[in-house]
């Protein structure tokens, strides 16, 4: 059970993939809560791929 | 988030036979042929003429496709791989010998059918993608997509970036966001989706 019930924005969650650091309140969500846990996974994926396909930036 | 509920898509398109989504399909996925068709091994002059050979097939065969069976991008690679097959039995026919590339591509392993398909995949994903970004930067503000490349493709920090373009760090993520969508749903267009590679490791469970 997520400890907070609200899921983050995306936008949230895209900080974290792309390498903040969590919140408390974000990283007990995220243990409670296997969607979000696959939302910041996709996220990390997408930015993974974008960095393969464009590195250093998009010309 | 697909843009595919308002705007007819390439794919759709196509099965419609609209001229205007064919340009921008045959604009697309020749490229994507070409460089398959090159990893393969063949000339370019052989390359372009298997892509026509492709593209005959494909408007024969284009209202057979079911979207809820295969990805596009699965259904085509079937097409393009059967017409490489064609082509190299012509060839082979026409050397009366079965050897070297010719041998090859007529009695693939199943390792080297799925290393030819994996190869497929990522040419395709990339190419797709990197349309994306450019239908993307196009469509929205500079300072969006400025927020979206510098933190997600340069890796700048978020505080630098919001320095730059004078907003809160936070909304350098929002904007960045937004734009991710963006090109998710152009990708969606192609039924390709840039998380392919996490969808891959949920299913094996890791």
Same mark, same amino acid.
């Given at each position: 059970?997520? &400890?907070?019930?609200?899921?983050?924005?995306?936008?949230?969650?895209?900080?974290?993939?792309?390498?903040?650091?969590? &919140?408390?309140?974000? #990283?007990?969500?995220?243990?409670?809560?296997?969607?979000? #846990?696959?939302?910041?996974?996709? $996220?990390?994926?997408?930015?993974?791929?974008?960095?393969?396909?464009?590195?250093?930036?998009?010309? | 988030?697909?843009?595919?509920?308002?705007?007819?898509?390439?794919?759709?398109?196509?099965?419609?036979?609209?001229?205007?989504?064919?340009?921008?399909?045959?604009?697309?996925? #020749?490229?994507?042929?070409?460089?398959?068709?090159?990893?393969?091994? +063949?000339?370019?002059?052989?390359?372009?003429?298997?892509?026509?050979?492709?593209?005959?097939?494909?408007?024969?065969?284009?209202?057979?496709?079911?979207?809820?069976?295969?990805?596009? =991008?699965?259904?085509?690679?079937?097409?393009?791989?059967?017409?490489?097959?064609?082509?190299? =039995?012509? =060839?082979? %026919?026409?050397?009366?010998? $079965?050897?070297?590339?010719?041998?090859?591509?007529?009695?693939?392993?199943?390792?080297?059918?799925?290393?030819?398909?994996?190869?497929?995949?990522?040419?395709?994903?990339?190419?797709?993608?990197?349309?994306?970004? =450019?239908?993307?930067?196009?469509?929205? %503000?500079?300072?969006?997509?400025?927020?979206?490349?510098?933190?997600? +493709?340069?890796?700048?920090?978020?505080?630098?970036?919001?320095?730059?373009?004078?907003?809160?760090?936070?909304?350098?993520?929002?904007?960045?966001?937004?734009?991710?969508?963006?090109?998710?749903?152009?990708?969606?267009?192609?039924?390709?989706?840039?998380?392919?590679?996490?969808? &891959?490791?949920?299913?094996?469970? %890791?």
């Amino acid at each position: 059970m997520p &400890s907070s019930l609200t899921c983050p924005e995306e936008a949230e969650l895209l900080a974290v993939a792309a390498g903040e650091e969590a &919140s408390n309140e974000l #990283r007990m969500h995220l243990a409670g809560c296997p969607l979000c #846990r696959e939302r910041l996974g996709r $996220l990390a994926a997408d930015i993974a791929m974008l960095k393969q396909v464009s590195p250093g930036g998009f010309a | 988030m697909s843009s595919t509920n308002t705007q007819l898509s390439v794919i759709d398109g196509v099965c419609r036979q609209d001229a205007q989504r064919w340009r921008e399909f045959d604009a697309i996925y #020749r490229p994507i042929l070409r460089a398959f068709l090159r990893n393969r091994g +063949l000339r370019d002059s052989e390359a372009s003429d298997v892509i026509q050979d492709v593209f005959v097939k494909l408007l024969g065969k284009i209202d057979t496709y079911d979207r809820t069976k295969c990805r596009f =991008r699965t259904w085509l690679f079937t097409i393009a791989q059967r017409t490489l097959i064609d082509h190299a =039995r012509r =060839r082979a %026919s026409h050397d009366k010998a $079965l050897q070297g590339w010719a041998a090859q591509m007529l009695k693939p392993s199943p390792s080297d059918s799925a290393k030819v398909e994996q190869e497929w995949t990522v040419i395709h994903r990339a190419k797709i993608l990197k349309h994306a970004l =450019r239908v993307v930067r196009a469509q929205v %503000s500079s300072r969006a997509w400025a927020c979206f490349e510098h933190r997600l +493709l340069k890796d700048r920090p978020a505080a630098d970036i919001a320095r730059d373009v004078k907003i809160e760090p936070n909304a350098v993520y929002v904007n960045a966001c937004r734009v991710l969508k963006l090109v998710r749903s152009v990708c969606d267009e192609f039924d390709e989706d840039m998380s392919h590679a996490f969808e &891959s490791d949920m299913s094996r469970g %890791s």
